[in-house]
Structure formats: structure tokens, C-alpha cells
């Protein structure tokens, strides 16, 4: 089962190796599974339903706070599940390319998603990209392509990395810790947008960077 990690989630940047934010994909016919789970509280039946799919779920809790799931009973695959247990919610789910989704309120992410498409947006999405794949591509180890894991990174208004944790793992501790070590100290030199929340969480997909075209630089 993969780890479990529920952090601040506020907004997924998908770039290059990443996937768009806020993409669907469908759900494959084999991870159907058998849920039970009744009308809890929604951050109980986050839980109960975290367990019974071995999906991680990022979200804000104060999204979450004071709303009640619907129940999930049947044979449904993950993205399924979690879509019936939303439902009258005002929530929404969104999966990333590590496998995991994450929860926001439908008219925030429009928000959201929005203000990006500004220049200023536009010129912080790129620098990230490029800041985060110019130091993954720096080492064999933490290149990417051979790993899939998400990231929470706090940047600061001069465009620094202040802080890198890693939600979940990529499967190898020495890895793990050669990925926080390389992006420690990143200085991208453009500012995040002046509304984002932070921490900026980046899912990494497992994909050959012959494909990507990451690391040929």
C-alpha cells in the first residue's frame, strides 16, 4: 500500500515531465475494487477510503471540514470511488501523474487555473520547470524518468527554494534524499504569483526523458 500523506494541497503544476493540472484519466478496469463506506464525516471516509484503495489523496482540510461523504458501497475503481464520495460535496478530484489525487472546490480551481494563464503566471510555470529539471538532471540518480513521486516546494518571493519534502517516496530512501538535496537552495529568480498559497506541490510522472526531452540540454 503507498504511504499515506494528507498535506495543504493548493495547486498541482504539471510541466514538461509533468502532466496538466487538473487532467482526468480513466481509471484502469483492473484496480476495481469492492468499498464499504458509510455517510462519515468526509475526513473519516478520506481515510477509510485512503486505506481501502492504497491511493494517496492530497487536500486542504479546511476544504474539507464539516462536510459529510455519501456513502461508497460497490465494486468501483479509485477515481470512481472517490467521485461518488464527493458527490454533493462541492469538491472535486483531480489525479496526478504519481498516482495520487488531489481535492479542490470546483470554482477555486477555475480561479486558480486562471490566474496562471497570466504572463506573470505563465513566466513563473516555465522558470519552475526549467529550475526543477535543471537540477534533477544534474545527478543519474535523481534524473528523471526511472521514478514517479509528488513534492511540496515553498519558494520565495526572490524565486529561492526555501524548503523541498517529498510526499510519499520514490521507492529508493537514497534517492528520496538525493531529489530534497537537489533542489535545496534552487533559485528560479522569478517570483511565485503574489495570490498563490504555498506549499507548490509538483508531481513527477515516470516517463523516459527520450520521450520528454528533459535533461538533453
Request: charged share 20%; net charge neutral.
Amino acid at each position: 500500500m503507498a504511504r499515506i500523506d494528507r498535506r495543504a494541497a493548493c495547486l498541482i503544476f504539471m510541466l514538461a515531465f509533468f502532466s496538466a493540472a487538473g487532467s482526468t484519466r480513466a481509471d484502469d478496469a483492473s484496480t476495481l475494487r469492492v468499498y464499504d463506506i458509510a455517510a462519515h464525516p468526509l475526513d473519516t471516509a478520506l481515510d477509510i477510503y485512503i486505506r481501502a484503495s492504497g491511493t494517496q489523496v492530497f487536500y486542504e482540510t479546511a476544504l474539507t471540514a464539516g462536510l459529510t461523504a455519501k456513502p461508497v458501497n460497490g465494486r468501483f475503481t479509485p477515481g470512481a470511488a472517490l467521485a461518488e464520495l464527493l458527490t454533493g460535496t462541492g469538491l472535486i478530484a483531480r489525479r496526478t501523474d504519481s498516482d495520487a489525487f488531489i481535492i479542490l472546490a470546483a470554482p477555486r480551481q477555475q480561479s486558480v487555473l486562471a490566474g496562471l494563464a497570466t504572463a506573470s503566471g505563465l513566466l513563473f510555470m516555465t522558470a519552475l520547470q526549467r529550475g526543477v529539471v535543471d537540477a534533477l538532471c544534474r545527478s543519474e540518480r535523481t534524473r528523471p524518468g526511472a521514478y514517479k513521486v509528488a513534492l511540496e516546494i515553498w519558494i520565495a518571493p526572490s524565486g529561492m527554494f526555501q524548503r523541498t519534502s517529498l510526499v510519499g517516496s520514490t521507492g529508493d530512501l537514497e534517492r528520496d534524499r538525493a531529489v530534497v538535496a537537489a533542489l535545496s537552495g534552487v533559485s528560479i529568480r522569478v517570483a511565485p504569483p503574489s495570490d498563490s498559497l504555498q506549499p507548490f506541490i509538483l508531481s513527477i510522472g515516470a516517463r523516459p526523458p527520450d520521450q520528454t526531452g528533459d535533461c538533453s540540454g
